[in-house]
């Protein structure tokens, strides 16, 4: 591919990411990908602490 077919957006693959690993699509800002990510690790981290009390509460009894 030359470097003419790559400038024009009609002939780039439809990916998401170019080469570079450029996110060029329009859909989520990574602010948005942020929060989501954070999201997940606080519910993760909440299951994680609600299954380890219930483990010691179990063993308690």
């Not at 470097?3 to 693959?13: G, I, L, M, V």
């Not at 996110?23 to 981290?45: K, W, Y």
């Amino acid at each position: 591919m030359s470097r003419d077919e790559k400038a024009s957006p009609a002939s780039r693959p439809s990916t998401r990411f170019d080469d570079a690993g450029n996110d060029d699509s329009p859909g989520v800002s990574t602010t948005e990908i942020d929060e989501l990510i954070s999201q997940v690790r606080a519910l993760r981290t909440a299951r994680l602490r609600r299954l380890g009390a219930a483990r010691r509460h179990r063993h308690g009894s």
